[in-house]
């Protein structure tokens, strides 16, 4: 069986053709800045293989639908073909904020005032996302398609876990609370360290720590998610790229008092100019090692500050848990950079996490154990791989 998997972005489409008997990657690619002067397509057939062919096309791609389009034509016609339009058995969709959903689901005509709500809870993320899902139920018609959430994975926190303590009205009325994000990711890496732990997921306790431009944690117990440090929105928690993560509610206030900002200028700050880039001027974990290397102070305190905050959010969920069998690192810092994931750890020896220095400084594409053999608590790097969690996803909900 073929599926599609689609991540549809405000101007971009970034897409995996899987098949699903040995779940190898048929094509990937990616659309972007659609809707400009001039859009771009990389489309790569069977990527990095001897067969691999790569189309790039620049081109004005004015909406979604004409990029989906183009995607088809590209797998289904011509050199770059590598199935007809039939052979896709069904589309799987990321989608950031699921609201209510707790689980993964297939399109009906009935679900979509409800899921059509969802979008206030990410309105950067969320319009798009659901915009890819209708082109494609236009454009593969009878085809199911599915709707993977960030937040599903995030459904069995507890209410003490997922409730703010502000009156119960905004809960009822607004639906304020945590709903966290990235958990298509945590799932993953959590099953994958389960695995490599010889434990059932169900019997597992894990800290899955996704770190790249976005980041997030989560305490995982008996396989399920019972806390995770984004909120309402994907801001709250670690420090990240440019997002500040935790930071007092009352800044709001103080500078709107003190500099006479609004509420979205303010937003603006915590999300665009915060994180690394806010206490350093860089964003990319790389370039502020670069820094830090010809003596940058601002950008010494951006990752003390940024590992620091991991390390503090690790110890709270080692209380929440009681129990740790593994920590977890992926996405793009947690899979390679060994500096963040040391002083992440750092200082966490007497909770029984050692790290092995030689095992952390590998390099590598693939899962493996950065612990000491004698330290109680395993630690891992996972490389995350979200498009063939949604593709299981999707597999799993059209096999019924
Ligand atoms: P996104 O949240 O956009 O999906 P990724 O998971 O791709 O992010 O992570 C991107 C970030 O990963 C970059 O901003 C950079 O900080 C970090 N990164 C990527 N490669 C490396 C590397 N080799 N060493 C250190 N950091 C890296």
């Known amino acids: 069986m073929k599926i599609l998997v689609i991540n549809s972005g405000s101007s971009s489409i970034k897409y995996q053709l899987l098949d699903m008997e040995d779940e190898s990657v048929l094509v990937s690619g990616l659309v972007e800045r659609i809707g400009e002067e001039q859009g771009s397509l990389i489309n790569k057939a069977h990527p990095g293989t001897e067969r691999q062919m790569v189309v790039n096309l620049e081109q004005p791609i004015p909406d979604h639908g004409v990029g989906l389009q183009m995607v088809i034509d590209l797998i289904t016609q011509g050199e770059s073909a590598v199935c007809s339009k039939d052979e896709i058995s069904a589309v799987g969709h990321r989608v950031v904020a699921g609201g209510p959903f707790n689980a993964s689901l297939i399109?009906?005509?009935?679900?979509?005032?409800?899921?059509?709500?969802t979008e206030r809870l990410a309105p950067?993320?969320?319009p798009a996302n659901l915009g890819g899902a209708k082109d494609a139920t236009r454009l593969f018609p009878g085809v199911p398609q599915i709707l993977v959430f960030d937040t599903a994975f995030h459904q069995t926190m507890p209410s003490h876990?997922?409730?703010?303590?502000?009156?119960?009205?905004?809960?009822?009325?607004?639906?304020?609370?945590?709903?966290?994000?990235h958990g298509t990711s945590h799932k993953y890496v959590a099953g994958e360290c389960a695995r490599l732990l010889g434990k059932p997921l169900e019997e597992t306790n894990l800290i899955t720590i996704h770190m790249g431009n976005g980041a997030s944690m989560a305490?995982?117990?008996?396989g399920l998610c019972v806390d995770t440090s984004m909120g309402l929105t994907p801001l709250e928690g670690l420090v990240m790229g440019t997002r500040s993560g935790d930071v007092d509610p009352a800044v709001h206030n103080y500078l709107a008092v003190n500099r006479g900002l609004d509420v979205a200028a303010i937003d603006n700050i915590l999300h665009k100019?915060?994180?690394?880039?806010?206490?350093?001027?860089?964003?990319d974990m790389r370039d502020i090692h670069a820094a830090i290397g010809k003596g940058d102070e601002r950008a010494k305190l951006a990752l003390a500050v940024q590992t620091y905050r991991s390390r503090k959010y690790i110890g709270a969920y080692m209380a929440v848990l009681g129990r740790v069998d593994g920590v977890v690192f992926t996405a793009g810092i947690g899979e390679n950079d060994d500096v963040v994931r040391a002083k992440t750890i750092e200082g966490l020896e007497p909770f029984g996490m050692k790290i092995n220095q030689e095992a952390n400084a590998v390099r590598s594409k693939d899962p493996r154990k950065i612990s000491t053999d004698d330290s109680p608590v395993s630690i891992w790097v996972i490389p995350t791989n979200?498009?063939?969690?949604?593709?299981?996803?999707?597999?799993?909900l059209v096999a019924g």
Do not use: F, Q
């Open 124 to 126: 950067l993320h969320n």
């Open 161 to 181: 876990a997922y409730m703010y303590a502000i009156p119960y009205e905004y809960y009822e009325k607004d639906r304020i609370r945590r709903y966290g994000a």
């Open 273 to 283: 100019e915060s994180g690394l880039k806010g206490l350093c001027g860089m964003n």
């Open 219 to 222: 305490a995982v117990k008996n």
């Open 107 to 117: 399109i009906t005509d009935d679900l979509w005032p409800a899921l059509t709500e």
């Open 386 to 396: 979200e498009e063939l969690a949604i593709a299981r996803e999707t597999l799993a």
